[in-house]
């Protein structure tokens, strides 16, 4: 069973690659009204490109340099570009049937094409976007807060996804900005890595410039497993993070839970997990750091006064998000309050497949304590 799971979701990312780059193929042709020979030249072009993602990924983990890193980072945003651009044959196409309907007859290369210009420039906007964090700023209440933790600041950091693509430049101007803030401390969600092998503590360096009073906590996210706990807390093992394990922490009077991700091919009960916690937060103001939007009810009813999430990117682009939206329940993005408990949903610094970002922007979320 669990050699069937990862050959089904590779053959299911394969049929679903092959079949949009197969109805691009087959959009382009009529409404380009392409040749023979350059019916070839972009069968070509597209099995090159539909093989790219899958092939750049594995030869960075077999290889990481900065020639397999560029091909990763290109065959990504061309998934994204592929997305917009069979977004836009879709449209095209409906236009066409209404035109057909009412006899307009338009020529299709003319209408096509200022669409599918637009469709790219979009896609160019959203890599720049993907890779500009802003600030985002919220407030949040909590029941019985210590006045020392009054109109502190707190960062909530997720899903920088630092591997492959985000790097130390990155991560440095990641904490720059944090730093501006002056928060009391600083807490990171998950999914910090992507996943990537080799020597990651380069990467992670910039990480022991943040400047905090009571510390940089962290809990493990879905590619923390990917990449292998072990690995993870070996690379970490002499940073300034602190990891919180499936217990508590007390940060002068606010009591901090982290729960890891369940590791690879194992359940986890969050929910039993908190139960058996409950003797050293409950009824004291708390933040519970768990890395997906999952158990919301369930949760609730453990106690908890702030819950802090990641792991969705919000779909990082349409139609994604959507379907994030519908898996998570609506809690897959923004701030959630409900009695004493409350939800704090973020779409993460970083991006995962394609380096691209539409409709949302990567944050950094930066939580004024009431």
Not at 63 to 75: E, G, I, M, P
Not at 150 to 169: A, C, M, N, T
Not at 188 to 193: H, K, V
Request: net charge neutral; hydrophobic share 45%; glycine share 8%.
């Amino acid at each position: 069973m669990n050699i069937l799971l990862p050959i089904f979701f590779l053959s299911l990312l394969i049929t679903i690659l092959l079949g949009a780059h197969w109805f691009l193929y087959f959009s382009f042709i009529n409404f380009f009204s392409l040749s023979g020979s350059s019916q070839k030249i972009l069968i070509g072009f597209l099995i090159f490109l539909g093989i790219s993602f899958i092939l750049s990924s594995i030869l960075s983990h077999w290889n990481d340099n900065v020639f397999t890193r560029a091909y990763y980072f290109l065959s990504g945003v061309w998934l994204g570009i592929l997305n917009n651009f069979v977004l836009a044959a879709i449209l095209i196409w409906l236009i066409i049937l209404i035109e057909r309907f009412f006899n307009l007859n338009l020529n299709p290369a003319i209408l096509a094409s200022p669409i599918f210009v637009i469709a790219f420039f979009l896609s160019i906007y959203g890599v720049w976007n993907a890779l500009n964090p802003e600030i985002k700023n919220i407030s949040v209440s909590i029941p019985n807060l210590p006045e020392v933790w009054k109109g502190k600041k707190i960062i909530q950091l997720s899903d920088v996804h630092l591997g492959h693509i985000y790097r130390e430049k990155y991560i440095k101007r990641i904490v720059e900005k944090l730093n501006n803030e002056k928060p009391e401390m600083v807490l990171i969600t998950g999914d910090l890595f992507d996943g990537m092998d080799g020597n990651l503590a380069p990467i992670i360096k910039p990480l022991e410039d943040i400047q905090t009073k009571q510390g940089v906590f962290f809990v493990t996210g879905n590619h923390e497993t990917y990449l292998g706990l072990e690995n993870t807390f070996t690379t970490l093992k002499n940073s300034q993070l602190k990891i919180i394990r499936d217990e508590v922490i007390d940060a002068k009077g606010l009591k901090l839970i982290g729960i890891s991700y369940p590791e690879r091919n194992k359940k986890k009960d969050v929910v039993a997990i908190l139960e058996s916690l409950k003797k050293d937060y409950l009824g004291k103001p708390n933040i519970l750091l768990y890395h997906t939007p999952t158990n919301i009810s369930e949760i609730k009813n453990q106690g908890i006064n702030l819950e802090l999430c990641g792991h969705t990117h919000k779909g990082q682009f349409f139609p994604f998000n959507l379907i994030t939206k519908l898996v998570y329940r609506g809690y897959d993005y923004g701030l959630f309050e409900m009695d004493d408990y409350t939800l704090h949903t973020s779409n993460g610094a970083g991006t995962w497949g394609p380096t691209m970002r539409v409709g949302n922007t990567p944050e950094i979320v930066v939580i004024t304590l009431q």
